[in-house]
């Protein structure tokens, strides 16, 4: 028997969606959910008529979530942040495999395994990834593009946007090469693709456009 307030798993993953693409700024269209989710335009389609129907989003002007459908998708969202932060910290999985597992985590956690982790964890307000965690006393602070940088500056990682979680080898590549929220670097170099070259950690890492336009830092 369903527990009341809860929605199939499939509901939650589109809430889900919807709520970090706005989350990101990106274009929020049919095509980025099918290219997110990994499924057809046609399914797509049909599932944001189901949406609509249950009363989770609306399609007047566009796609967007109702007050029932954006409580969902926070619901959602703060408890795959909140798993992957006790899987990283507390079980010291990788950040791919914690993203992985926190995936099906965030459709069966229930409101007192949420609130026990939570209060291990010391209440956190972002993910390993530096993503608010929604209901936290999270407070946004001033960050610009990595791509923004001018050659010589120095930066500090703040966030690693949802959208890069979903491209495959990136969070690998980001962990491995220490582009993590904390940490601090110096551009060395712009190639004439848009490549950077960031010293972090000792290291000198090329961090290609499509990641430096997204990764957030601050300066």
Do not use: K
Request: proline share 6%; with cysteine.
């Amino acid at each position: 028997m369903p527990i009341p307030g809860e929605h199939h798993p499939a509901f939650e993953e589109y809430c889900e969606c919807i709520f970090e693409l706005v989350e990101d700024d990106v274009e929020l269209i049919q095509a980025r959910i099918a290219d997110r989710l990994n499924v057809s335009r046609p399914a797509v389609s049909e599932m944001i008529r189901r949406l609509q129907t249950e009363g989770l989003v609306t399609t007047d002007g566009g796609i967007a979530l109702t007050p029932a459908g954006a409580e969902l998708a926070e619901r959602v969202v703060r408890r795959h942040r909140l798993a992957e932060r006790f899987l990283t910290d507390v079980l010291d999985l990788s950040w791919a495999e914690a993203h992985h597992e926190a995936g099906r985590w965030e459709h069966v956690m229930s409101e007192s395994v949420e609130s026990a982790m939570n209060r291990l964890l010391g209440n956190p307000t972002t993910c390993p990834h530096g993503n608010p965690i929604p209901g936290s006393a999270y407070t946004a602070t001033d960050a610009t593009p990595l791509s923004g940088c001018e050659i010589g500056s120095t930066f500090t990682v703040s966030r690693i946007p949802e959208e890069l979680e979903f491209t495959p080898g990136l969070l690998e590549f980001l962990e491995e090469s220490s582009i993590q929220p904390g940490h601090v670097g110096t551009i060395t170099a712009v190639s004439p693709d848009g490549t950077l070259t960031v010293e972090i950690d000792g290291n000198h890492v090329g961090v290609g456009s499509f990641a430096s336009d997204r990764i957030l830092v601050s300066v």
